[in-house]
């Protein structure tokens, strides 16, 4: 069975500082990795998603691919109060280019 | 519309009872998504539609679970006689084509007593 994991949390970081998630996934042909940030109550928003192997930036963000390892997080730099929510990884697994499969999510509380 | 919408936003169901959930999807969009999202987990996929063609019913739980989108656009999801393990947030997304952004709609909450 294709999963994706991510540690729950909560995680809980001081503003201004680094907040790192991190997502594993059990399908090696994954080709597609995203990043959804859903506030409580909220549905799922797309932060960034990445194909490659390596770093990708957008503005605060970084989403960091290894395909060995089958490892993709997120940075999220100089986080603020209004980053804490819940931080979901969802993969596009081999031999299907619309299905998602997703983590259960990460908590994320930013403290001022 | 300028977003993905979705009716009702909650809906509490006598078990037994038959549900429809209906969304409306931004107009010009040609892939259409329905998930299941149990409370503290990640959305589960349900079923895909490309126009009016559904081409992946596979995650649908059971066959009290119906989905169409005759015209293309609007898509109704049909649970029927149902059961407490039915209770979650059923979330409709929407796009462009199959591997573009989807969008999501704000749910329906289905809470089933």
């Known amino acids: 069975q294709k999963e994706v994991e991510q540690n729950s949390g909560p995680l809980s970081v001081p503003e201004g500082a680094i907040a790192s998630l991190n997502c594993t996934y059990s399908?090696?042909?994954?080709?597609?990795f995203f990043w959804y940030r859903q506030y409580s109550g909220k549905s799922p928003e797309l932060i960034m998603f990445?194909?490659s192997n390596g770093d990708k930036e957008d503005g605060r963000f970084t989403a960091q691919l290894n395909k060995a390892s089958q490892y993709v997080s997120l940075l999220i730099r100089d986080s603020q109060p209004s980053d804490s929510a819940t931080y979901l990884c969802?993969?596009?697994?081999?031999?299907?280019?619309?299905?998602?499969?997703w983590g259960a999510g990460t908590k994320l509380i930013i403290k001022p | 519309g300028a977003g993905v919408s979705q009716s009702p936003r909650y809906k509490v169901a006598k078990r037994g009872q038959d549900v429809a959930l209906r969304c409306d999807p931004i107009?010009?969009?040609?892939?259409l998504f329905w998930y299941q999202q149990a409370l503290g987990q990640g959305p589960e996929f349900l079923t895909y539609?490309?126009?009016?063609?559904?081409?992946?019913k596979s995650g649908l739980p059971s066959d009290r679970f119906f989905a169409e989108r005759p015209e293309g656009s609007v898509s109704t999801l049909k649970i029927q006689r149902t059961q407490q393990e039915d209770s979650a947030v059923y979330l409709c997304?929407?796009?462009?084509?199959?591997?573009?952004?989807?969008?999501f709609g704000q749910g329906t909450r289905l809470t089933v007593v």
């Open positions: 997304a929407s796009s462009l084509g199959s591997n573009t952004e989807a969008f």
């Open positions: 107009s010009g969009h040609v892939s």
């Open positions: 539609f490309q126009n009016e063609a559904q081409l992946d």
């Open positions: 399908d090696r042909g994954s080709q597609s």
């Open positions: 990445i194909y």
């Open positions: 969802a993969v596009n697994p081999s031999g299907s280019n619309y299905q998602l499969i």
